[in-house]
């Protein structure tokens, strides 16, 4: 027999916590609750939840600042909701950064909650095997350019520093963990956020922009980053270890 999907409610209401709770359990689920960071934690030192439900406005740390903690440890592949007072696009920009998977505005249809759930739930569970992606301690070498994965940030021919965001950093890695081939919108959204694209949603095309600058890749004659028309996106640069590289030159 299958486990019930196990979900962990972050939020500061009590009453929301305790209903939408009961709802998720007399639909099959299982489910944690904290009220506060502190209680997030303690939850995950005793289990690993299939999903997170993260409200924005919490006690202490609050929701964007435990989403980014999420997303740079342990629980980087557990999918993370957050729940929010607005839902414009500047929530879905700065959610992109952190790092969540998907929006839902308070107060939410419990009805609709359990439909985004497992939407997100059969997304994650879908991806193809092989477009994941990897985490690594080596050095990535493309063009100009070197991708430091364990500072996550970019180095140039003259090893300056350049910073990448969270959001930007897994947009790269997925990038070179697939070079050579094209990627949808919906594939990259999976690959960096978990979550599909919705109707007239930018987030991955202004991700890709700001990538770009980053890298001083010019849109109209691309070197890195080529755009296919009603397609999605090829990285066409060629990628190796640096140990790799190396290796070669030494040879």
Same mark, same amino acid.
């Given at each position: +027999?299958d486990?019930?999907?196990? &979900?962990l409610?972050?939020?500061?209401?009590?009453? +929301?916590?305790?209903f939408?709770?009961?709802?998720?359990?007399k639909?099959? +689920? =299982?489910?944690s609750? *904290?009220s506060?960071?502190? $209680?997030m @934690?303690a939850?995950l030192?005793? @289990?690993?939840?299939?999903v997170i439900?993260?409200?924005?406005m919490?006690?202490?740390e609050?929701? /964007?600042?435990?989403?980014?903690? /999420?997303?740079?440890?342990?629980?980087?592949?557990?999918?993370? +909701?957050?729940?929010?007072? @607005?839902?414009?696009?500047?929530? !879905?920009? %700065?959610?992109?950064?952190?790092?969540?998977d998907?929006?839902l505005a308070?107060?939410c249809?419990v009805?609709?909650?359990?439909?985004r759930? =497992?939407?997100v /739930?059969?997304r994650?569970?879908?991806?193809?095997?092989?477009?994941?992606v990897?985490?690594?301690?080596?050095m990535l070498?493309?063009?100009?350019?070197?991708?430091?994965?364990?500072a996550? @940030?970019?180095l140039?021919t003259?090893?300056?520093v &350049?910073?990448?965001s969270?959001?930007?950093y897994r947009l790269? #890695?997925a990038f070179?963990d697939?070079?050579q081939?094209?990627?949808?919108r $919906?594939? /990259?959204?999976?690959?960096t956020?978990?979550?599909?694209?919705?109707?007239f949603? #930018?987030? %991955? $095309?202004?991700?890709v922009?700001?990538? !770009?600058?980053r890298?001083?890749?010019?849109?109209?004659?691309? !070197?890195y %980053?080529?755009?296919l028309?009603?397609e999605?996106?090829?990285?066409?640069?060629?990628?190796?270890?640096?140990?790799? *590289?190396?290796?070669?030159?030494? *040879?």
């Amino acid at each position: +027999m299958d486990k019930p999907d196990h &979900v962990l409610i972050v939020d500061e209401d009590r009453g +929301m916590r305790e209903f939408v709770a009961s709802y998720l359990e007399k639909n099959g +689920m =299982r489910v944690s609750l *904290a009220s506060s960071g502190r $209680d997030m @934690h303690a939850v995950l030192e005793r @289990h690993t939840p299939d999903v997170i439900l993260l409200d924005v406005m919490l006690p202490g740390e609050d929701g /964007l600042a435990l989403c980014r903690w /999420l997303r740079a440890g342990r629980y980087r592949a557990v999918p993370v +909701m957050m729940l929010t007072e @607005h839902c414009d696009e500047m929530d !879905r920009i %700065i959610g992109l950064e952190m790092g969540a998977d998907d929006y839902l505005a308070k107060p939410c249809a419990v009805r609709e909650l359990l439909a985004r759930i =497992r939407a997100v /739930l059969r997304r994650t569970r879908m991806l193809p095997p092989g477009m994941l992606v990897e985490e690594s301690t080596e050095m990535l070498s493309f063009g100009d350019w070197r991708l430091d994965t364990t500072a996550r @940030h970019l180095l140039d021919t003259e090893d300056a520093v &350049v910073a990448l965001s969270g959001a930007e950093y897994r947009l790269l #890695r997925a990038f070179l963990d697939h070079p050579q081939r094209v990627l949808t919108r $919906d594939q /990259l959204l999976n690959l960096t956020q978990r979550r599909n694209a919705e109707p007239f949603d #930018r987030s %991955i $095309d202004l991700l890709v922009s700001r990538l !770009r600058q980053r890298l001083g890749d010019v849109a109209r004659v691309p !070197r890195y %980053i080529k755009t296919l028309r009603n397609e999605g996106y090829v990285f066409s640069s060629t990628v190796k270890a640096v140990e790799e *590289a190396r290796a070669r030159q030494q *040879a």
